[in-house]
């Protein structure tokens, strides 16, 4: 198998990866079934919400979907967002002082995502 071909493969894994799992957790933000979202939201960042922490992770788990549909549809910028959002979900975990190990493995989710923004060419978004 040449490289080419094997690199596309890697893109198409990382696009369905981070296409599908920003959904599923987006979902997941309604239901709270693989765990309750609201607790990871940074005290600091509670205090100066306007609506409640519920509301709020409703409104992260519709980013949440629509940046995983973003990846699918145009992954060159969609990859761009979730890795970027991955940025800011880190950022409110180290200002939480808590869950450090999921901020590590959050960045290296974003590592991945930015990865797949790399291995994209310029305006084609499906071949790399």
Known sequence: MELNNK?????????????????IAGLDK???LLTEWHK????AIKQILPFSEYSFMYGVGIIEIIAGILVLLKPK????????WLLG?????????????????????????????LLLKGGNETDA
């Open 30 to 32: 309604f239901a709270n």
């Open 77 to 84: 910028i969609g990859s761009l967002v979730v890795s970027l």
């Open 7 to 23: 690199v596309n493969h890697v893109v198409t894994l990382l696009k369905w990866t981070y296409g599908l799992v920003p959904i």
């Open 40 to 43: 990871y939201l940074a005290p």
């Open 89 to 117: 979900i880190i950022l409110n975990l180290l200002i939480s002082g808590e869950y450090f190990d999921i901020a590590v493995r959050d960045l290296v989710m974003s590592i991945g995502a930015f990865s797949l923004f």
